[in-house]
C-alpha cells in the first residue's frame, strides 16, 4: 500500500472504514445513536464540519470540512472510544477490534467529487 498523503488541516474529506473483517459494526439502532453521539463529540473537539453522512451495517462515511486538522486523532478516538463501549457491553473487552485501526481519507477538490 502507497504511504498515506498529508491531510490537509483544511481539507474536504470523505472518510470511512468498514468492520473489521467486514463483519457488522452497527447491530442495533441503539449503537448508531451511540457512534454518531461519539462522532458528535469528535466533530465539536476538532471542529468539523459535517457535509453529510451514511452509517451502514458494516461501515460507515462521513464528508467532512476540516477546520483545524485533527482527522486522524478524531478518527482514532471515534473508533476506540465506540469499540470500547461496545465491547463493555457486550462482556468482550481486550477480545479485538470492532473497527481496524486504519481508515480512508479521501481528499475532495470539488463539490462534484462529494
Not at 472518510?15 to 453521539?37: A, C, D, I, K, M
Not at 452509517?55 to 469499540?83: A, K
Request: neutral net charge.
Amino acid at each position: 500500500m502507497p504511504p498515506a498523503s498529508p491531510i490537509d488541516p483544511t481539507g474536504c474529506y470523505h472518510v470511512g472504514t468498514r468492520g473489521n473483517y467486514g463483519q457488522p459494526v452497527f447491530r442495533t439502532p441503539s449503537e448508531h445513536e451511540l457512534f454518531l453521539r461519539l462522532y458528535h463529540r469528535a466533530a465539536e473537539k476538532y471542529g468539523w464540519v459535517t457535509l453529510t453522512w451514511a452509517l451502514v451495517l458494516n461501515h460507515h462515511h462521513f464528508v467532512i470540512q476540516l477546520t483545524r486538522g485533527g482527522l486522524s486523532d478524531g478518527m482514532r478516538e471515534l473508533h476506540s472510544g465506540y469499540s470500547r463501549r461496545i465491547h463493555l457491553i457486550d462482556g468482550l473487552t481486550g477480545q479485538g477490534h470492532i473497527i481496524p485501526h486504519r481508515f480512508f481519507p479521501w481528499r475532495l477538490e470539488t463539490g462534484e467529487d462529494v
